[in-house]
């Protein structure tokens, strides 16, 4: 142990405002408090320990720096009484300071060596950067931590422990420590009377910097003197720190100012290992098509692609090693490389000629699937060994992911390239895309600056279908709102009871507030009532609530039941929103799930392009005509089928989703809309938006108006087209109205669809007038469905006979009201 004085930062920032002094007291205090609540045989040592330092100072309270010489044996009985007596205190990095401030009285041998110098006796130059102001500033986060404790009985962010970066003089490398400071041995005395604090005004929620900034205004440090001792213990934590960086490295590859971890967490490896003459490199295993591929980037960070003299050889060294390496994965370690021998590894000579001497590899798997390999050279023999191998196994799961990020991003961008410039994900417009990436690779063979072509389809028929979930956003609403009504009522009961252990006004104010929330929440609430409604409830009711859980663990009981009830997940102030998307959730995937499969029916009559939105229900396109399918002759009568099967897969749609209201929590009703474009319209592939739109000025009308009959109303009426229970035809022309009859009454004479027929004239839309719509009902008993391939057949039996004129007694049926 040595007893001397040692100022780690003379004149710190803000020292001069801090009145401190030196002494026992605390620690004696400490030790009186300690000895009422003991119950074992250590209170004779407590005894031992206050009798012998009352003794030893006689009295004496405050004492200068100077004098700590003579009480080094009361420092020893500190030290014996915080470690056990077995402890080795050359393994202890342990000392005692001045309260708040940079000075070190007392300590290990441990300590003043990791401190000082050997030779000049000073504090080392690289424990501390002169330039590194926040290190020269004082603690106040520290200090004002043991004020507000102390003196007001409040938490603060104490800074009482801190990780410092100190260079290892020996390595050169950086060496991390913990710096705990240990408040408890030290007494805050206000100079005058206690300054007054309106903690109401206290910026809690602040950050750390404006939060000092207010107390250093408020609470001056000259008001204050601080009087005892504290106790500093240094952990070396270097390799846990390594462990968390390269942690975050890999959570947030964005801190990295090149963008990418590598580079850094290689430095995190040579940290790690201890020394600098050891070089770390890491190798993805990238495959295409289950065979192994050479990238360059795959070998920037590798030991033996940087050996290598060119990117030919880089490659035949990488894919020699991996197409050997992955059939027999395992480590290889050569303290020492031999010299050249007939038949030995390939990789070796490149090595050699780079002036590595020792090298060696470690698997990486990741889910038990090989993702690469850790290397560890140097240009000395003998120091990759396997101490230092079996070192690295704690950093080896992390690695592995960072391996197969590497193989996921190469994956990703192949699946890009694919995606962006070559293919399409359905079938019958596929080979439109393999034409246009032959085209892309003749170009690329003859240019420098390749494009691919414009993908286009001329002259196709446009079908479009809307299913739609009625009143989805007031269901929302209101779902929110019952949900609100809910947790305030909880909330309340869960004050109350608080109110009633425990008398604050803070929370007679918390109850008055919910009170007025609940009859808020009975009548209509604006935009502003919301967000001042979740500013309550998350930044006071659950911020307070927090605080007084952790500050009264007694009352846990009370608040467990709020706590339950605010779970997104089970709670019951989530029901009615949980039961709302479950109903939203169960109506989409049955909807989807009918379209996927009667579209895989239905491309056996004719191909076309089908492509479905995801919005409170489920919109869709599809394309039909000649140049879908160039190679098969196109007829009007497949466009007459699919319009058959449309009208008919919506009266499906709508009995499904009706049969589905008993399993609903909150029954939802869907209602079915078809808009009808006679003329056929050009489309192409939008890179941008990966997928198909409307080519051209003229076509441009499909798109406006599918995009604005959603909502729209029945001409002066305040009635909505669409209806749950019916399906609604919007069309411009009698041609196209007296084609749908036809599909109606086949419909209805197969008991699919009710016998009354609408015919309704709409409102004008902006742009968009002269628009009509017929509206039938759905028999929502029926037992017989008609498919596709009924739909088809009934359509080739009548073939150009659908719209011939119905006979008359059928013809009335479908006449307006």
């Not at 056990?84 to 000075?103: H, T, V, Y």
């Not at 929330?517 to 409604?533: F, P, S």
Request: aromatic share 10%; net charge negative.
């Amino acid at each position: 142990m040595k007893n001397s004085i040692v100022h780690i930062i003379k004149d710190p920032e803000g020292g001069d405002l801090i009145d401190t002094h030196f002494s026992f007291q605390g620690f004696i205090r400490f030790l009186k408090e300690r000895r009422q609540h003991e119950k074992t045989q250590r209170v004779r040592y407590f005894d031992f320990l206050i009798h012998h330092f009352e003794e030893r100072l006689q009295g004496k309270d405050l004492l200068e720096p100077e004098e700590m010489q003579n009480y080094g044996d009361l420092m020893e009985l500190m030290y014996t009484s915080i470690f056990p007596a077995i402890a080795d205190e050359r393994d202890n990095l342990w000392a005692l300071s001045i309260p708040m401030q940079p000075a070190i009285v007392y300590g290990t041998n441990a300590f003043y060596d990791l401190l000082l110098d050997p030779v000049t006796g000073e504090v080392r130059a690289s424990m501390i950067d002169k330039e590194d102001r926040e290190r020269r500033k004082l603690n106040l986060e520290l200090v004002y931590s043991v004020i507000l404790s102390q003196l007001y009985g409040r938490s603060f962010s104490s800074g009482d422990s801190l990780i410092r970066s100190w260079t290892n003089e020996r390595t050169g490398l950086p060496s991390f420590y913990r710096l705990n400071i240990d408040t408890r041995f030290v007494e805050v005395v206000p100079k005058g009377q206690l300054p007054v604090v309106d903690w109401q005004q206290f910026p809690s929620r602040r950050p750390v910097p404006e939060i000092i900034t207010w107390l250093t205004e408020h609470l001056p440090l000259t008001d204050f003197r601080f009087q005892g001792i504290n106790a500093v213990t240094v952990t070396d934590v270097t390799t846990a720190y390594v462990i968390n960086n390269i942690k975050s490295l890999i959570l947030d590859p964005a801190r990295c100012d090149l963008g990418s971890p590598h580079d850094e967490v290689m430095r995190c490896l040579q940290i790690l290992s201890g020394t600098k003459d050891v070089d770390f490199g890491m190798m993805p295993f990238l495959k295409v098509n289950g065979r192994p591929v050479f990238s360059g980037e795959s070998c920037h960070h590798s030991v033996l692609g940087t050996a290598a003299e060119s990117e030919s050889q880089q490659e035949a060294s990488y894919l020699g090693l991996v197409e050997n390496y992955i059939r027999e994965p395992r480590m290889i370690l050569y303290e020492t490389l031999p010299d050249y021998q007939e038949g030995e590894p390939f990789f070796l000579g490149a090595l050699r000629r780079a002036g590595i001497r020792g090298y060696g590899l470690m698997p990486v798997f990741y889910n038990n699937r090989l993702a690469g390999v850790l290397e560890i050279s140097s240009k000395k023999a003998g120091i990759p060994d396997s101490a230092l191998l079996s070192r690295m196994d704690v950093v080896i799961p992390l690695l592995a992911q960072l391996l197969q990020r590497a193989s996921d991003e190469f994956d990703n961008r192949i699946e890009t390239i694919i995606k962006e410039n070559f293919t399409s994900l359905q079938p019958a417009v596929e080979w439109k895309f393999n034409e246009a990436a032959w085209q892309f690779e003749l170009q690329r063979r003859k240019s420098e600056s390749p494009a691919v072509g414009t993908i286009y389809f001329k002259d196709v028929y446009p079908l479009y279908g809307a299913i739609d979930i009625r009143n989805s956003t007031i269901g929302r609403n209101d779902a929110l709102r019952r949900d609100l009504q809910t947790q305030f009522e909880i909330l309340t009961r869960t004050l109350e009871a608080l109110h009633e252990e425990v008398k604050l006004e803070l929370l007679e104010e918390m109850i008055y507030h919910c009170h007025q929330w609940q009859r808020a929440l009975e009548g209509g609430m604006t935009t502003a009532d919301e967000l001042n409604l979740n500013t309550f409830l998350s930044e006071e009711a659950d911020v307070f609530l927090e605080h007084f859980g952790r500050s009264r663990p007694d009352m846990a009981e009370l608040l467990e039941p709020y706590r339950r009830a605010i779970d997104p997940e089970e709670g019951i102030a989530f029901r009615n929103r949980r039961n709302l998307e479950w109903s939203i959730q169960l109506i989409n995937q049955s909807i989807n799930q009918h379209l996927e499969e009667a579209t895989e029916e239905l491309q056996r009559s004719y191909p076309c392009y089908f492509e479905k939105f995801r919005t409170d229900g489920v919109e869709y396109d599809i394309y039909t005509g000649q140049s879908i399918a160039p190679d098969r002759p196109f007829d009007i009568l497949y466009l007459h089928n699919l319009r058959l099967w449309q009208l008919n897969s919506m009266a499906a749609i709508a009995r499904l989703t009706n049969a589905l209201l008993p399993q609903m929590p909150d029954p939802l009703m869907t209602t079915q809309l078809i808009f009808v474009h006679t003329m056929s319209i050009d489309i192409s592939f939008r890179k941008d938006e990966r997928r198909f739109d409307v080519e051209g000025g003229y076509n441009i009308r499909y798109q406006v108006v599918k995009k604005r009959i959603d909502k729209v109303h029945v001409r002066e009426t305040n009635e909505r087209l669409t209806q749950p229970g019916t399906i609604a035809i919007i069309y411009f022309n009698d041609k196209e109205a007296e084609e749908y009859e036809g599909y109606i009454k086949y419909l209805q004479e197969k008991k699919l669809l009710k016998q009354e027929v609408e015919y309704l004239e709409l409102e004008d839309l902006q742009g968009v007038s002269g628009l009509r719509a017929l509206r039938v009902g759905v028999m929502m008993e029926a037992v017989a469905e008609a498919g596709v391939r009924g739909a088809e057949a009934e359509t080739e039996e009548r073939g150009t006979e659908e719209t011939a004129e119905p006979e008359v007694g059928e013809r009335r049926r479908l006449e307006p009201r």
